[in-house]
């Protein structure tokens, strides 16, 4: 049987709503779940392959989007978190019990600061916006993927109407690069 890349994904995607708001993001613990509540829908929600994003079990990517970090609040249970790697750029914030993560925050100098990175399907609210694009595709290898199945892995991504990209989408390598170019002072050339 293919190795699922996510439930999320491996039976087709289900568009979300764009008059979606926001919704409540619970843990897996089976009592004193951890709460997060997102006061907007997420933006650039995509498939990750990169070692350090949260994955349901038996996924080989994780689905994840971002918030203004204004839109997350913590709402019960605050006490069982905690940060899984503060020496990375997103500190994600992850259950202690079942080490689901509720939310990740970037807090040094970085293009995506004041966003935090958040999990959609935690919900059980309908209309989330659907993943746009598979990111650190080849990340997956790093973690004991056989080279040998990037075709089908892509090629699965590609059915179901996700392009594929081995870092992240254009749009937001050109946000991340203009950041970098902006900070140096470099000036862009007239169109
Ligand atoms: N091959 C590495 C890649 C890790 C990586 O750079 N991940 C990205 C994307 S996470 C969400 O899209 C990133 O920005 N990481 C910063 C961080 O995780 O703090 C691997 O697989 O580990
Ligand atoms: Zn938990
Ligand atoms: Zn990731």
Redesign the pocket.
Known sequence: MAPSLHPLVDNGITAGSSSFAGGKLHCHCPSNQVEVTLSSNVAHN?A??????WKPKGSLF?I?GVVPRDAVSVTANASKLTIV?KE?????NACKDCGVHLF?R?EKDHP?KGLD?VHAELSSEKGWQEPQFA??V???I??GTNPKSMDDVRAKFQSVGLQTYD??SPALMDLISTFTAQKAGVRFANL
């Open positions: 995509h990750c392959g990169c070692s350090k994003c994780s994840v790697d990375a750029t997103i500190q994600r990740g970037i995506f990175f990111g650190f080849s990340s997956i790093e973690q870092v992240l």
